[in-house]
Every structure is written in C-alpha cells, then in structure tokens.
C-alpha cells in the first residue's frame, strides 16, 4: 500500500493506493469522507480516498509518500469501519525506496543495453531488476525503488517485464531520486562502500562513491 499526502496540490485528502488497476474500468462509492475505488468487474479495491483527513489525524504532513504510524492506521481502520467498507490498511513497517547490493549483472539476452541483476535489499531477500544505466555492475552498493515505491515525481514503481524478463524493481540515479547532485551524473547512484543494505533512505545519509 501506498500512503501518499499533499495538501497544496490534491487539497486535505490522504491518498492510498492499494493494487495497481492495469487499466481496468474503475467505480467509486463513498460515505462520509471515505472513498473506496475499485475496479467494477471484480470488486477489487485499488484505492482509498480520506477527505479532510487532518480533522482525524491533525499531525499530518507531507509533500508526497507518507508513512502512517500503528496509532494513525487505528484511526484511518475505525473510518474505514464506520463507512461500512471491509478493507483494512496495514504497514509493513519501511519504506519501499532502501538501499541494495548488486549481487550479480549479466546482459540480457534480447538487448543491446539492458543488464538483468539479482540485487538484495533487506534480510537476504533478493529482487531480480533490469536495468538500463551504463554503470550499472556487479558489486554496487544502490539506491533501490521497490514494487509499492513512490518517486518524489509521484510515479509508483510496479512489478513489469522487460523484452521477456520479469523485473521486480528499479535501481534509481540520484536525478529520480530529487536529490541535488543529479545535474552532474549521469546513470544510477553508485554509494560509498559502507552503506548498509536494506535500509529505509530517510534512514541512512546517501554519499556518491563518484
């Protein structure tokens, strides 16, 4: 799930997505200021809409992804009660933007360009990502968007497939990431040696090994 909060551009409503709609035709019922969009041939729920959010959670800020603590979810699950809709919200207690290790790079076998690698994020999960950067290699120490990522532009990073290979990720440079350097480098960000692996970036200060 992604919790996603931004007063200045889409007004008090707290945003969130819950499964990705591939396109299908969507509905919207709501009560109160609970919003439930779903997609109308199955049911399925792939988004949450709570209006005047701040009335319920005055602490509230954000310019962008926004990471609810277990008190917020309380509140935002009783909403969700009184507005009669089943769903629940859960956590799963760090962001989805950490930082990885670059396992293995092989070239793709269908492309001139593409890198297919095997890179861990956290707790010895390893995801299988391809990539397209110049300097992408065995070895890196990266910034990595998992499935479920919000980019500070606001793209949400799902599960896709390049020319045959499924890829369950992106390996992101410092410019998809906002972050000041990116006017002077070009292809993903390569960190210092020490970082450490599957942590959350609000929790680790990125340095460019560059």
């Not at 509230?60 to 609810?68: K, T």
């Not at 277990?70 to 989805?96: I, T």
């Not at 045959?164 to 990431?177: F, H, K, N, P, Q």
Request: proline share 4%; net charge negative; hydrophobic share 35%.
């Amino acid at each position: 799930m992604i919790f996603s909060y931004n007063k200045e551009a889409v007004g008090d409503c707290l945003v969130v997505v819950v499964a990705n709609a591939k396109g299908g035709e969507v509905a919207v019922e709501r009560v109160d200021d609970v919003a439930r969009i779903y997609l109308e041939d199955t049911k399925e729920t792939v988004g949450l809409n709570f209006f005047n959010i701040s009335k319920y959670l005055p602490e509230i800020e954000g310019n962008g992804q926004i990471y609810p603590s277990e008190k917020e979810m309380n509140v935002l699950n009783e909403l969700l009660e009184k507005a009669g809709v089943q769903d629940r919200l859960s956590d799963n207690g760090y962001g989805k933007l950490v930082t990885g290790y670059v396992q293995s790079c092989v070239p793709h076998e269908d492309s001139d360009h593409l890198s297919v690698t095997q890179t861990e994020v956290a707790n010895g999960e390893v995801l299988q990502i391809v990539c397209g950067a110049k300097n992408i290699r065995e070895g890196l120490r990266v910034v990595v968007a998992q499935p479920g990522a919000m980019m500070p532009n606001g793209l949400i990073i799902w599960p896709g497939n390049l020319r045959g290979v499924d890829s369950y990720g992106m390996i992101c440079s410092a410019r998809e990431l906002g972050l000041p350097q990116s006017e002077a480098q070009s292809g993903i960000m390569e960190l210092v040696d020490e970082t450490p692996i599957g942590k959350p970036i609000g929790e680790v200060t990125l340095k460019d090994k560059r």
